[in-house]
C-alpha cells in the first residue's frame, strides 16, 4: 500500500534559517504527492502537489519541493524561515488510480527568533 | 468563493446523543472527503463520494457512523450513538476529480463527554 513517512514530528529553526521537512514514500508506481499546512485551528491549506511533472516543484508562500525517485523522497524546503511559518506540515500520497489522499503523520515546525 | 463550508464549528455532546456534522463543498467541486483528525491517530480519511455517490467507506469506524451526500451541494456524517472517543475535529474536503488539490473547511471539534 502506498504510504508517506514524515521524519521528525518537530523540527526547530531560527527565523531566516534554511527550512527543511522529511518526507519519504513508499510506491511501486509513480506516485502523486503533495504537501499541506495546517495552522492552530484551522483547516489544511494545499503548499504544492507532484503530478509526475517537472520534478522540482514550487509552491506558496516560497517553499518548494524536489520529487526524487532514487531516494524515494519529497522533501520541503524553504531558503529562509519566517515567523510566519510556524505550523504543522502534512506530507500526503495519493494512491494510484483513486481520488483520495493519505496524510503523514505530521511535522511541526517552531521558528524562533 | 467562499470555500468549504463545515458547520458546527464546535460540537459538545453528551454520550450516547446523535451528533451531525454538515458540509458544503465548493460549487463545481464533485469530489467530497470526510476526515478525522485526533492527536494519537492523525488525520484518517472516513470516507468519500464522487459524484454524490459514496467511493470508499473503509475508514468509517463501525456502524455507528454514517455518511450522505443527497446532492452536490451539501453532505452529512452522522454519529449515533456517540461515544467518548468520538471526540476529535472533523475536516470535510473538496476537490476536483482529477486535480487532486482539496480545499479543507474549518473543521468541527466535536468533544462527547
Known amino acids: 500500500a502506498q504510504s508517506v513517512t514524515q521524519l521528525g514530528s518537530h523540527v526547530s529553526v531560527s527565523e531566516g534559517a534554511l527550512v527543511l521537512l522529511r518526507c519519504n514514500y513508499s510506491?511501486?508506481?509513480?506516485?502523486?504527492l503533495f504537501w499541506y499546512v495546517q495552522y492552530p485551528n484551522q483547516g489544511l491549506q494545499l503548499l504544492l502537489k507532484y503530478t509526475s511533472a517537472a520534478t522540482l516543484v514550487k509552491g506558496i508562500n516560497g517553499f518548494e519541493a524536489e520529487f526524487k525517485k532514487s531516494e524515494t523522497s519529497f522533501h520541503l524546503t524553504k531558503p529562509s524561515a519566517h515567523m510566519s511559518d510556524a505550523a504543522e506540515y502534512f506530507c500526503a500520497v495519493s494512491p494510484y488510480n483513486t481520488d483520495k489522499l493519505i496524510f503523514g503523520t505530521g511535522t511541526r515546525l517552531q521558528v524562533f527568533p | 468563493d467562499a470555500g468549504v463550508i463545515q458547520s458546527p464549528r464546535h460540537e459538545v455532546t453528551e454520550m450516547g446523543q446523535e451528533v451531525t456534522l454538515r458540509c458544503k463543498p465548493i460549487?463545481?467541486?464533485?469530489?467530497l472527503f470526510w476526515y478525522r483528525q485526533t492527536m494519537m491517530r492523525g488525520l484518517e480519511l472516513l470516507i468519500y463520494f464522487n459524484n454524490n455517490v459514496p467511493i470508499d467507506d473503509s475508514g468509517m469506524p463501525e456502524d455507528r457512523f454514517s455518511a450522505k451526500m443527497p446532492n452536490a451541494s451539501f453532505s452529512t456524517l452522522k454519529i449515533q450513538p456517540s461515544e467518548p472517543r468520538d471526540s476529535a475535529v472533523y475536516f470535510c474536503a473538496s476537490s476536483k476529480r482529477g486535480n487532486y488539490g482539496y480545499t479543507f473547511g474549518s473543521g468541527t471539534r466535536l468533544t462527547v463527554v
Open positions: 460549487s463545481g467541486h464533485n469530489s
Open positions: 510506491s511501486s508506481v509513480p506516485p502523486y
